[in-house]
């Protein structure tokens, strides 16, 4: 499975558009993660790294065969 990080928060972003396509070139064989569908935890170095939703993102990151971060670009930067 390939999984595609969409990590603008912008619905109407060129990232996530290019997210979408991506998908849709792959077809059946990859996932979408879609960071403004998910409420992550504040990061403190410590506990966050127990909440649920970063488990499950581990697990998801280990198990892909390829990974694509779409990501806007601020100040030249991610």
């Known amino acids: 499975m390939h999984l ?11 990232s996530r558009m290019m997210a979408e396509h991506a998908y849709n070139l792959y077809c059946k064989d990859a996932k979408i993660i879609d960071f403004q569908k998910i409420a992550f935890p504040i990061c403190d170095g410590d506990k966050c790294y127990d909440h649920p939703i970063v488990d499950e993102l581990k697990g998801e990151i280990s198990n892909a ?9 601020y100040n ?3």
């Open 4 to 14: 595609i990080f969409s990590c603008s928060l912008n619905e109407s972003s060129n």
């Open 65 to 73: 065969s390829s990974i694509l971060i779409t990501s806007p670009i």
């Open 76 to 78: 030249y930067d991610l």
